[in-house]
């Protein structure tokens, strides 16, 4: 199955779509040093990205997408999220970096058989949920174009008479869309990252599809940590070392072990790593793996703790957030995660290397999707498109 990979960044998303066994035919993405990252990786043979065709780096306004059209089964990608970012400035519709219609633009050129599409969880706040509203419409009937010079809220409007006029339902390229917040760690990635998915089907096909289940949980974590031990077992942490669980709540009410597998934390993620700080030499071993001195804690940013899911990582908006992007170790010590570290946490293949400096490598992975979430969704959504057939 074929497959057009858009605003791709540093290749989280698309990674898992391949992964999910599908072939990009065209990756694009316009920032230099995430093209830079795509051509190392590929040049260099990595899984999932070795077989791709070279990034084209520039504004995908510029790119016509029209000679895909009816020959790819997948359109993906993460169209700039700052305009709903819960760090960002929350401009939405009024903020030039807002790509959705540029999303929309290529499904109705390309018409694929299925989309999937990913933004931050700030594109589900209240305060945006009529443009939410109206960009599940566009998505629906990517044919519905706006007319040059349109309030996006006129073409709002005629998006909504279309959509209830019943027309749509015998004439025109319509999708069956679907969206919903899905949090990473729900999945088996060592980090609490939320990020809202959005999913269509082209109508003609006849799919009926859900997100898949979650396939870990907390609670499943916390049993192995308050009640058999298992986790501290696995990680060879002595009872002397463990933390004192005797006052934790949810889990000491737990009454008998959850079915999903535990989520997986920080340790489970890094814990085979040399440490940075205390030895270099044998970090230096490691791709991307070097110690960044400068980080302190202070109220709201007090890092990740060791035993739990990472915190979401973050771009940041100047420069790279040391709060979200820290290590807490049980003594309450912080340090900066760097950026081989980050990169599990994202759940990136450790043969992947990110190009530029720390910061630059921190911004890419804060932008990220974890390629084990899209793999996770797009297979999926592989499997019901084989099943259509």
């Known amino acids: 199955m074929r497959a057009i990979e858009l605003f791709a960044g540093a290749g989280g998303l698309g990674m898992g779509i391949s992964e999910a066994g599908f072939k ?11 093209c830079d990252t795509i051509r190392e990786n590929r040049a260099a043979g990595v899984a999932s990205v070795a077989k791709w065709p070279k990034p084209i780096e520039g504004d995908i306004r510029d790119i016509d997408f029209s000679g895909f059209e009816g020959k790819m ?11 709903f970012s819960l760090g960002g400035k929350h401009r939405a519709h009024d903020d030039e970096r807002d790509m959705w219609s540029e999303a929309v633009r290529v499904v109705r050129e390309v ?10 969880k700030g594109l589900t706040r209240a305060s945006f949920a009529t443009y939410l509203s109206y960009i599940v419409h566009q998505l629906s009937h990517p044919e519905i174009k706006r007319r040059r010079g349109e309030d996006w809220s006129d073409h709002m409007a005629r998006l909504e008479r279309h959509h209830t006029s019943g027309a749509h339902r015998t004439d ?31 109508n003609d096909l006849g799919i009926e599809w859900a997100f898949p289940r979650e396939t870990h949980s907390l609670d499943a974590l916390l049993w192995e940590q308050c009640h058999s031990g298992d986790y501290w077992d696995r990680h060879k942490v002595a009872k002397r070392h463990r933390p004192d669980l005797r006052l934790h709540r949810r889990g000491l009410s ?24 205390r030895d270099p030499i044998a970090a230096a071993r490691r791709h991307n793996h070097r110690f960044q001195p400068g ?11 060791l035993d739990e899911p990472a915190k979401t990582l973050k771009a940041g908006v100047h ?38 400096s720390w910061s630059e490598c921190m911004r890419q992975l804060g932008n990220a999707v974890p390629v084990k979430l899209a793999k996770v969704v797009a297979e999926n959504v592989a499997r019901h498109l084989r099943e259509a057939a």
């Not at 990009?24 to 995430?34: N, S």
């Not at 018409?111 to 931050?120: D, H, I, Q, S």
């Not at 980080?295 to 703790?305: C, I, K, N, Q």
């Open 24 to 34: 990009p035919a065209r990756i694009v993405e316009w920032d230099r040093w995430c």
């Open 73 to 83: 089964e997948l359109v993906s990608g993460g169209p700039p999220c700052q305009p």
């Open 111 to 120: 018409r694929p058989k299925a989309f999937v599409f990913e933004n931050v």
């Open 172 to 202: 025109g390229l319509e999708y069956n869309v679907v969206y919903r917040v899905l949090n990473a760690a729900d999945y088996g990635v060592p980090q609490r990252r939320e990020r809202v998915v959005f999913v269509g089907f082209r």
């Open 254 to 277: 737990l009454l008998e072990a959850p079915a999903e597998l535990p989520w997986r934390t920080v340790r489970d993620a890094i814990g085979d790593l040399p440490d940075p700080e």
């Open 295 to 305: 980080a302190r804690s202070y109220v709201g940013h007090t890092g990740s703790p």
């Open 319 to 356: 420069g790279v957030p040391g709060g979200e992007n820290m290590l807490c170790y049980p003594d309450g010590s912080v340090r900066y995660f760097t950026v081989r570290e980050s990169a599990r946490l994202q759940t990136f293949p450790d043969s992947y290397r990110m190009h530029g």
